[in-house]
């Protein structure tokens, strides 16, 4: 498939990118298409619209899984289309989001290279693009004839994560990472292991993860498995702790 996309379902397709491992979804109906996040500020943005470009002309819609920078500013490079989110998502994003800007600029910065010093440049101008299309539980979506369910499972990664499932593709947002142990910096740890749950029920083929390689039930049933250990350690100073010490403790300060 051309611009790196990897068709992972029957016209679903998965663009991979260096930056931060992450991962993008296209959906691609009859005369219409879904994007599923949009990178991390309008450069970006706009070259996943170059790279949809190359698999279909179809008027496009976008989906934001959560309200992180690297999944939704590069909104604006798709506009005027629907951008659908959870609704606690677009509350999120527009609460947090000069934070966000400013802890990524300044993270950049601190790196001392110019190809990171153009980044953050590209980042602090990137202009701030609100999902207007709000969901509470549950909706399913019309893409070119095809059903695509957006569904709020509970708290995770964050308080407002989305999944997208079509067939028997789900784009998991980072409520699945590979490659690293799952993100904590404003987490829900023991609630996602009872939000993975939920997503296993719904895991028939590929997991797609917000970060790292396409993955399947098993690695998905085995992560839940390993916040279960995260809520014990916890709430429990005896039991053995899972993952790293930099997770459990940024764990700790969500309780």
Partial sequence: MTAGWQEVGDRVFVRRHRELDLNCGLVVGDGACLVVDTRSHLGE???????VRSVTPHPWSVVNTHA???HCFGNAAFRPADVWAHRGCAAELAATADQQRADVVAALLAEGDPAAELVAELVATTPLDLPDRLVDDAITLDVGGRPVALRHLGRGHTG???????????????????GSPPAM????PLEWAGTLTELLALARGPVVPGH?????????????????????????????????GRTRAIARTRL
């Fill in 185 to 188: 910096e404003d987490a829900f």
């Fill in 160 to 178: 407002a994560d989305l999944v997208v499932a079509v067939d028997d593709v789900l784009f998991a947002g980072d409520l699945v990472e590979e």
């Fill in 68 to 70: 992180h920078y690297d």
């Fill in 45 to 51: 943005g706009r070259a996943l619209a170059e790279a």
């Fill in 212 to 244: 790292g390689a396409v993955v399947d039930a098993a690695f998905v049933a085995a992560q839940r498995d390993e916040l279960v250990g995260l809520a014990r350690w916890l709430t429990d100073p005896a039991a053995d702790p899972p993952f790293d």
